[in-house]
């Protein structure tokens, strides 16, 4: 899994603290609408319900895509590996 853009649908988490939304690093969301032909991503957060509480506008610099399977060792940047 080499993936290196964010796409419509991917999980994401915030890498910052957005207080005026009341949203903190680590909160998890879905990313649902590309915006500015993907330099901004629409990204919805929901409770354990699936209700959305907060949908916000977010740059690419202040999201990361989570993974859910191993990645392969052909993926890991160059000053990770041993």
Known sequence: MN???IELLDVVALTID?????LYCGQVATVVQLLAAGAA???EFSDRNGRTYESVGLRPEQIMVL???????????EMVRA
Do not use: G, I
């Open 3 to 5: 993936k290196s853009r």
């Open 18 to 22: 957005l207080p005026e939304y009341n």
């Open 41 to 43: 991503f629409e990204v």
């Open 67 to 77: 993974h859910f399977e191993p990645a392969s060792p052909d993926s890991v940047p």
